[in-house]
Nanobody, 120 residues
Framework: QLTESGGGSVQAGGSLRLSCLVS????????VGWFRQVPGKDREFVAA????????ASADSVKGRFTASGDNAENSAYLQMNSLKPEDTAVYYC???????????????WGQGTQVTVSS
């Protein structure tokens, strides 16, 4: 149901925008957040948009650089990534209906992931 796109390779300081298309959507697009994972490490929360009763959230490592958003009419969620750093290199996933963003295990739906590589 969730399909990411927009990953690729970019030099440090550059920008990318990831998209997450939600098919057969039965929930608000603003319940879609973003995670990332590098080999050998746990999947970690990156960013999520504001939703009813909660403000936008982001990891300290991306605060001020990454912004999550959504468009219900387009059935799509987005992750705008600016000022990219080599340490942002990872597979990025969108996920939906997470009980808590800090616990990936609480998410009901996942995309297949898209690779982002940032070179120095």
């Amino acid at each position: 149901q969730l399909t990411e796109s927009g990953g690729g390779s970019v030099q440090a300081g550059g920008s990318l925008r990831l998209s997450c298309l939600v098919s057969e959507r039965t929930f608000s697009i603003f319940r879609v957040g973003w995670f990332r994972q590098v080999p050998g490490k746990d999947r970690e929360f990156v960013a999520a948009p504001a939703w009813v009763g909660s403000s936008a959230a982001s990891a300290d490592s991306v605060k001020g650089r990454f912004t999550a958003s959504g468009d219900n009419a387009e059935n799509s969620a987005y992750l705008q990534m600016n000022s990219l750093k080599p340490e942002d290199t990872a597979v990025y996933y969108c996920a939906a209906r997470c009980t808590t963003w800090q616990s990936p295990n609480t998410c009901e739906y996942w995309g297949q992931g898209t690779q982002v590589t940032v070179s120095s």
